[in-house]
């Protein structure tokens, strides 16, 4: 299966501390998304990184890309209660298709 | 610029009735994608539509679900007959296409099969 593993699948820290979340794959990929959902704002995207790149920083946001270990990480800095919610990387492959996983939940403690 | 549209927002129905979904995507989005979202998964892509054209509904229970783009703008989603495991929310996507892959969602619609 192209979909892959989260890691881990739920997350518990305080209010100012980083979050990492992981993400991995089997087969290769175009590009890699990452997307936030929480029953507010619904699915929202964060930031996409293409194959060839290997670093991508969005404010708070810093996600990695090694395509030699299949996989990929999401850290949030100074991390917020607004912060709390699921996180999924979503994997496109061939042909333009596209694989979420089944993502992380985060919770941020005030 | 208005987001993705989607209604109804909750339908409960019992099985073997049929139900239909309705998106408008955002204007001038090209790639439509349908997604099927059981509790405490991440989302499945059932059909992605490039215009009016399906490019992909591999993973579509085509003997029971069914889509259409009308005019490669609004789109319509149908599961007729329905089963207790067809419980899910239902998303729709737009993006723009043409090698710019960032999915916007709408709310999605909360189905419930009794």
């Known amino acids: 299966s192209q979909q892959g593993e989260e890691d881990p699948q739920a997350l518990s820290i305080q209010e100012g501390e980083n979050a990492t979340m992981n993400c991995s794959y089997k087969t290769s990929i175009n590009n890699l998304q990452w997307y936030r959902q929480n029953s507010g704002r619904g699915l929202v995207h964060l930031i996409l990184?293409?194959?060839?790149?290997r670093e991508k920083h969005s404010g708070r946001l810093r996600v990695t890309l090694d395509t030699s270990k299949k996989s990929s990480s999401l850290l949030i800095t100074a991390s917020r209660a607004a912060d709390t919610a699921s996180y999924f990387c979503v994997k496109m492959g061939n042909f333009n298709k596209f694989y979420f996983g089944s993502g992380t939940k985060l919770n941020v403690k005030p | 610029e208005a987001g993705v549209a989607q209604s109804p927002r909750y339908k409960i129905i019992e099985k073997r009735q049929s139900v239909a979904f309705w998106c408008n995507p955002i204007?001038?989005?090209?790639?439509l994608y349908w997604y099927q979202q059981i509790l405490g998964q991440g989302p499945k892509l059932l059909i992605q539509f490039q215009n009016n054209g399906v490019v992909d509904d591999s993973q579509l229970p085509k003997d029971r679900f069914s889509a259409e783009r009308l005019k490669g703008v609004d789109s319509t989603l149908k599961i007729q007959p329905a089963k207790l495991e067809d419980s899910a929310v239902y998303l729709c996507a737009s993006s723009l296409g043409d090698r710019v892959y960032e999915q916007y969602f709408g709310p999605g619609t909360r189905l419930t099969v009794t």
């Open positions: 990184i293409r194959s060839n790149e």
């Open positions: 204007s001038g989005h090209a790639t």
